[in-house]
């Protein structure tokens, strides 16, 4: 089975641009999570979706938005991009969604290889 | 809120040598707790998880973590280490979402 995929593995852009990334769970997955990677830091959560609602969001300004479509699949779109957006950012595919304690295999997150963003 | 501590940013160690890796949380509620690994170039992958019951879980290649609940940490470790064990390690803690620590790079020396 094919595991977490993202696209594109790197993107170059300068600021006020906008980029658009995109996710494909790992097949049967209905949660997908995004975090943002920034050079020398842990990953921070900015998203997650499931069964196409959004069921979480960090401290991330309204240029972030994403969505999930009927297929599972997610996209992370950033407006007006700033040299500070530049980081790895991180797809996560689960089961179930990561709220609520209690934990099973159900919302083991899996992480694809991530998406680096360079703005310049 | 959330947060998690990782005590040691860089940790270099030689072939053999023991390794722990410290881990602290702060969370009101019930938690679920993780170690992944980050090996250069390649994705995060889980090295273990604790969600209930027994403190001290035993992950992939020879790890291990215990959770303390009275001091709040899950520190990782391992008795002896090896070369391919050089990574960048990551503490996560879920509550109501899941929050990483800022990561601990291991540098072993063969």
């Known amino acids: 089975d094919a595991g977490v995929t993202q696209s594109p593995t790197h993107l170059i852009k300068t600021r006020g641009q906008q980029v658009t990334l995109r996710c494909s769970p790992i097949?049967?997955?209905?949660?997908v999570s995004w975090y943002q990677q920034v050079l020398g830091q842990g990953p921070q959560f900015i998203f997650q979706?499931?069964?196409?609602?959004?069921?979480g969001r960090g401290n991330f300004p309204d240029r972030f938005s994403a969505r999930q479509f009927p297929n599972y699949s997610s996209e992370l779109n950033v407006n007006a991009l700033l040299l500070g957006d530049s980081a790895l950012y991180l797809c996560?595919?689960?089961?179930?969604?990561?709220?609520?304690?209690?934990?099973?295999?159900?919302?083991?997150?899996?992480f694809g290889p991530g998406t680096r963003l360079t703005v310049l | 809120a959330q947060s998690v501590s990782q005590h040691n940013h860089h940790v270099i160690l030689s072939e053999a040598a023991s390794l722990e890796l410290g881990c602290n949380y702060s969370?009101?509620?019930?938690?679920?707790l993780f170690w992944y690994v980050q090996y250069p170039g390649q994705h995060l992958q889980l090295l273990l998880k604790y969600f209930s019951g027994d403190p001290l879980v035993k992950g992939i290649k020879g790890f291990e973590a215990e959770f303390i609940k009275s001091k709040f940490s899950f520190n990782l470790r391992k008795p002896s280490v090896q070369w391919s064990d050089t990574a960048e390690y990551f503490c996560?803690?879920?509550?109501?979402?899941?929050?990483f620590g800022a990561g601990t790079r291991l540098f072993v020396k063969a």
């Open positions: 969370y009101g509620g019930t938690v679920n």
């Open positions: 979706y499931y069964e196409k609602e959004e069921r």
């Open positions: 097949s049967g997955h209905k949660s």
């Open positions: 996560a803690v879920k509550g109501f979402k899941t929050i």
């Open positions: 996560a595919s689960s089961l179930a969604p990561q709220g609520g304690s209690g934990g099973s295999s159900y919302n083991e997150q899996f």
